[in-house]
């Protein structure tokens, strides 16, 4: 499974945009990306899902360089209820059987 | 999307009884579930992936004897913490695949006093 790496934490203020970056050096032909945000006390939530290029939905936009080394979580015009934590993963889509790893996480914090 | 649910929410038991806290897929059905434990402040570990009608696989470092998982239907997985000790109390996650990703319950805090 391949490991990935993100900032420890980022602050930003509400009605600003925030980038999340993660790098995910050896990452395989077959492994996607996904972006979880988890709240205190409460399991992960899904927010994108990318293979490579860009990918947008109605939370969020995921940018995928063309090596697939690293990807950005982009939230636009963040509100404090935006403010928890950010897990990026690298793994097999689907009904693979996969097992998620978790790295660090992000600490998004928003401020107004 | 998929909904995943966990039971209780939060326990608090005394050192040395074991608890049991459930894991279900409402509205789908599941041959395989994972079981994640959080420390504070603390990224998910995962503990052990749960299969339908077969034995668990636990990761490195987790007691299968401490941490019974049963996974009798295609839409229930259940954890039980055998004989717990105070350093057991964590936060409790299980996760589901459906089509698209994997989707998590909301998590069940163990206190052990």
């Known amino acids: 499974l391949a490991k990935t790496t993100q900032p420890i934490s980022m602050d930003s203020y509400e009605g600003q945009e925030v980038n999340i970056t993660c790098s995910h050096n050896n990452i395989a032909t077959n492994d996607y990306i996904t972006w979880y945000q988890q709240f205190p006390s409460q399991g992960p939530r899904f927010i994108i899902q990318?293979?490579?290029t860009k990918v947008t939905n109605e939370v969020a936009s995921l940018f995928i360089p063309a090596d697939r080394k690293s990807s950005t979580l982009s939230l636009p015009r963040v509100s404090l209820s935006d403010t928890a934590v950010y897990y990026c993963l690298v793994g097999r889509n689907n009904n693979a059987g996969n097992m998620l790893t978790f790295g660090g996480g992000t600490r998004l914090m928003v401020k107004p | 999307g998929a909904v995943v649910s966990q039971h209780p929410s939060w326990v608090i038991c005394k050192s040395g009884t074991s608890v049991k806290i459930e894991c279900r897929s409402l509205?789908?059905?599941?041959?395989?579930m994972f079981w994640y434990r959080q420390f504070p402040k603390q990224s998910l570990m995962l503990m052990a992936t749960s299969n339908e009608g077969s034995k668990a696989t636990y990761e490195q470092g987790v007691e299968k004897d401490k941490f019974l998982i049963n996974h009798a239907s295609l839409t229930l997985s259940t954890l039980t913490v055998t004989s717990a000790h105070p350093e057991d109390s964590s936060f409790y996650i299980c996760?589901?695949?459906?089509?698209?990703?994997?989707?998590f319950g909301p998590g069940t805090r163990l206190t052990v006093l």
């Open positions: 996760s589901a695949e459906a089509g698209g990703g994997a989707f």
């Open positions: 509205d789908f059905q599941a041959t395989t």
């Open positions: 990318g293979y490579k």
